[in-house]
């Protein structure tokens, strides 16, 4: 090689380094995953350790369910007596990938799948970034949420992006079949829910509740976000109960 071509080798090799030291794309570190918020949260305390025995509670998740939505009321629940399962999708049996925002922080253990043909006392649905999405677009859950509050007539709660899923409960034939493009059977309910939800749920024909941490309507419990878990858990004995009534908080 001459002395021309080894010249023109070295440029090659240098702004090839140049352009590999300049790339946006770099090697994934924690300080550059956005974690949410630590929301500082503190449990009611337990009064009645057998509060809830005998009712069997039903958690839905998927992957990327924010941890807080999914932990908080699982150890409400656990703490007072309840029977409490988590349910995901079945192509994720095993269970969850838990999260703070889009940065995953734990493993939820499933104890079944949305295809259950369990009976529930009451069914929480969940929030979180990538959770919300794939809830509200799983034919499984959606007809396991139909037949709990519309055929059985069992309470339903739902937490920040839960609250979404509401908008696809729609209405069925007498073989299952979903009115797809019908509205939702859940509509006309006052909610609670996150503030880019809002105009969502209003469009849907829900009665979206400003500045409230968490709403009973009917059957429907519905809460804004992780800021709203407390005021969330407190409202599910009476809800249970069937006593709630129509209520914000």
């Not at 090659?12 to 352009?19: T, W």
């Not at 630590?38 to 069997?56: E, F, I, M, S, W």
């Not at 073989?175 to 809002?198: C, F, L, N, T």
């Amino acid at each position: 090689m001459n002395l021309y071509s080894k010249l023109c080798l070295t440029c090659l090799m240098l702004i090839g380094a140049s352009a590999l030291a300049e790339s946006p794309f770099v090697p994934l570190t924690d300080d550059l995953i956005p974690a949410g918020t630590d929301y500082h949260l503190v449990q009611p305390a337990v009064t009645d350790p057998n509060q809830l025995a005998g009712k069997r509670v039903a958690i839905l998740a998927s992957h990327g369910v924010e941890e807080t939505e999914i932990q908080f009321p699982y150890e409400y629940l656990k703490s007072r007596g309840a029977k409490v399962d988590i349910l995901v999708p079945w192509w994720t049996a095993k269970g969850v990938v838990t999260s703070n925002y889009v940065k995953n922080t734990g493993f939820a253990k499933a104890q079944g799948t949305f295809r259950t043909g369990e009976k529930y006392d009451l069914i929480i649905l969940t929030g979180g970034a990538w959770n919300g999405q794939v809830e509200l677009g799983d034919a499984d859950l959606k007809a396991l949420v139909y037949r709990h509050y519309v055929t059985e007539q069992k309470p339903l709660a739902a937490i920040c992006k839960g609250t979404e899923v509401l908008i696809h409960i729609k209405s069925r034939d007498g073989q299952g079949h979903e009115d797809v493009d019908g509205p939702s059977i859940i509509r006309g309910m006052k909610v609670a829910g996150p503030d880019y939800e809002k105009e969502n749920l209003k469009n849907a024909g829900f009665l979206y509740q400003d500045n409230t941490k968490a709403v009973v309507s009917g059957r429907l419990l519905t809460g804004v976000d992780p800021t709203g878990l407390v005021e969330f858990v407190s409202r599910i004995p009476s809800l249970l109960d069937g006593k709630c009534g129509s209520s914000l908080m």
